[in-house]
């Protein structure tokens, strides 16, 4: 899914993206976060924890919750629930309530109202008229092998002149020209990507459904998100939604990448098994457990405690520094 080849940087980044003036589309609502990212400033704090309706909580998913909820509360910020749900092909009925439901069951309370991004097309749309407005995107008549068949590297410009072939075309971003891209993250620590590797990336695909990366761009800054805090598996996305907030003038997060939830033996989680249900009544002892995977295991006299104490133990102790540069967890086989 993702072209860009990442490599974690040998050197402290002197390039270290700054946050691009904020409002200078509308997109945001609030100041941007300090340029440092190991800065936090405890009276502007907002995160967010964005599900994809499109299948029910599994332990990786809850790892990530938990994660993004008690990073939150520990800096006394608010945390949002934002649905994912804008590829419709892919919603589960249901599945948005039920995912809802399990965050209450764990005592993973949200502020304010949960935010649903198929009623947000509209901004989408305005933000995509914005950079095709300013020449920064191209149709791309592309097949998705076509396009993805390139080794390493990202998508190689074919259509930078303009769709090669007759038919329906995606919209793509056209990659400044310019240095690798580096990020700190509060969690793994110096994030580069070589440009080349990014690749043009699509913003509107094949179907019209505006694309992932986009939308959270757009989400993030007009929600004021100034801590993202989600898993690993979104930290090559990193790169090409710092990229886009540039271009749109919204400032840039502070992110943390926390470690993916892998197989006690093997590698990554099979579709199968990521995709086990986190069984709601016995929401505390899968709590302890995500809070393990999490580095803070609760101390034994919290072994009999409800989710609400075991979350408010965990974000009084918090720290991020105990998964600094950790990857990957293991849950006990
Ligand atoms: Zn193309």
Known sequence: MIGGSLRRADRSPEGRPRPAAAGATGLTEQPGPATDPHVQDPRIYVGRFAPSPTGPLHLGSLVAAVGSFVDARHHGGKWLV??????TTRVVPGCSDSILRTLENFGLW???AVEYQSRQTERYT????SLQSRGLTFECSCSRREASNTGDTGYPGTCRGGPTQPGPTAT???IPDVADMRFEDLVQGPCEFESRSLGDFIIRRRDRVLAYQLAVVVDDARQ??????RGADLLASTAWQIVLQRALGCATPRYGHLPLVVEPQRGKLSKSRRAVAVDTRGAAPQLIAALQLLQHAPPGELE???????LAWAAN?????RLHGLREVRPPS
């Open 126 to 129: 305005h933000a995509l008229e």
């Open 172 to 174: 793509r971003f056209r």
């Open 304 to 310: 009999r405690a409800s989710p609400s104490e075991l």
């Open 82 to 87: 934002r649905i994912e749900d804008l590829d």
């Open 110 to 112: 949200w502020d304010g």
């Open 224 to 229: 004021g998100i100034t801590d993202v805090i």
């Open 317 to 321: 102790v918090w720290s991020l520094h």
